[in-house]
């Protein structure tokens, strides 16, 4: 059994991680605009990715028996400028869970609740993971800056991920 504040702290999180994928769903609307297909297969399955974190949290709040609270999932915006920018949102939007789950893993801790602290360290080491693989796009694209066929050969090697690759590519 995990404590009530605990239990409030994980809803709160599950409620992110739909946000999360709620946003990367927006981001691949945008870039299906934009004519991106490449990046916006990249961004739905990001959006899939952050559903199964937000089930973790489901059911890890069922297996500890406490109260499943769904609130309501904030808006995404629709505009995300270009493809570099977009990426930059999602880095600052990732380095905002980072510091989301540090703080609960710290909560969890100051409890001496070990079991939420061994499921939030499977979310931090993802969150590793997950910059650096947007860091690293981030990087290839400011390294082609407005080239068409390098933005090109960069949205082609994005659609390649696929949904078993997502679990290590994002
Ligand atoms: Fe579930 Fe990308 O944070």
Redesign the pocket.
């Known amino acids: 059994m995990i404590s009530k504040k605990m239990a409030k702290a994980l809803n709160e999180q599950m409620n992110k ?1 739909f946000y ?1 994928a709620y946003l990367y769903l927006s981001m691949a609307a945008y870039c299906s605009k934009k004519d991106f297909s490449g990046a916006a297969n990249w961004f739905l399955l990001q959006y899939q990715e ?1 559903l199964q ?1 937000a089930t973790r949290f489901y059911n890890y709040l069922i297996e500890q028996d406490a109260t499943v609270s769904l609130k309501e999932i904030a808006k995404p915006q629709k505009k995300f400028g270009s493809l570099l920018e977009t990426y930059q949102q999602s880095l600052e939007h ?1 380095q905002m ?1 980072t510091s989301m789950l540090n703080n609960l893993s710290n909560d969890a801790l100051k409890e001496k609740d070990h079991a939420t602290y061994n499921l939030l360290q499977w979310f931090v080491n993802e ?1 590793v993971e ?1 910059e650096a693989n947007v860091s690293d796009i981030i990087s290839k694209i400011k390294l082609v800056k407005n080239d068409g066929y390098g933005l090109l050969m960069i949205d082609n090697e994005l659609g390649q991920r696929t949904a078993t690759s997502a679990d290590s590519a994002a």
């Open positions: 991680e999360s952050e974190h990732e869970m969150q997950e």
